[in-house]
């Protein structure tokens, strides 16, 4: 069926460390793939983005890795800051109905 | 210079009442999106529509209607509204259709039915 999950529900960083959020989709046809950032009372903000050619992705401080092979994405937060807390949503593009399926969220806390 | 503007941010209204939800973006794309997000923060795409065509119809009650007057434009019209409706209701548009490309989200209206 259709699911994107999360590994970690929660999780708590020290500021200036290092985030990983993982991400396990179930939809091996799936050739793209999101990472947004939801703050309190605002609506998801993209962060990257990754087609299924490739395999990593870098943007400003943040990192997006594919694995097809177990179909797995993680997105990693480098020297996490305070500013950075929020939930973080993966989305599968579901290719043969058009449409992003998202996961449940990670809601990452940064602890000054 | 808002990208994707909804309103109201906050509606909050009894069982039964029929309400309206405006989303308009500035961006030029040609797809627009309603998404429901649930207590959990469970996200679901509800409808999509390209240049005022609809193309996805998720299992959606047929107490929500969608009109988009012209591209830029996407209403949620929601009829006979029942306590299991409260949510926060996302708009969002992206460019074209064919290979995707990232939505863009207003900011919510927060719907509370009494």
């Known amino acids: 069926g259709e699911s994107v999950g999360l590994h970690l529900p929660t999780l708590s960083v020290q500021e200036g460390d290092n985030s990983i959020i993982n991400c396990a989709y179930s939809n091996s046809a799936s050739d793209y793939f999101i990472w947004y950032k939801q703050e309190s009372g605002k609506g998801p903000q993209f962060i990257i983005d990754i087609r299924s050619n490739m395999d990593k992705r870098q943007g400003q401080r943040v990192t997006v890795l594919l694995n097809k092979t177990v179909k797995h994405l993680s997105l990693q937060i480098a020297a996490t800051q305070p500013g950075d807390s929020a939930v973080y949503f993966c989305?599968?593009?579901?290719?043969?109905?058009?449409?992003?399926?998202f996961g449940q969220g990670t809601e990452l806390s940064v602890k000054p | 210079d808002t990208a994707v503007s909804q309103t109201p941010k906050y509606l909050v209204t009894q069982m039964g009442n029929d309400k309206s939800i405006k989303c308009e973006q500035n961006l030029g794309h040609d797809t627009m999106y309603w998404y429901k997000q649930d207590s959990k923060k469970f996200l679901k795409i509800m409808f999509s529509?390209?240049?005022?065509?609809?193309?996805i119809n998720e299992t959606v009650p047929n107490r929500f209607s969608p009109k988009s007057p012209d591209k830029a434009h996407l209403n949620l019209h929601i009829n006979s509204l029942e306590l299991g409706d409260s949510a926060v209701y996302f708009c969002?548009?992206?460019?074209?259709?064919?290979?995707?490309?990232?939505?863009?989200f207003g900011d919510g209206t927060r719907l509370s039915i009494l």
């Open positions: 989305a599968e593009y579901y290719n043969q109905g058009g449409k992003l399926i």
């Open positions: 969002a548009s992206s460019q074209g259709t064919g290979f995707p490309q990232p939505q863009h």
């Open positions: 529509y390209n240049n005022k065509e609809l193309i």
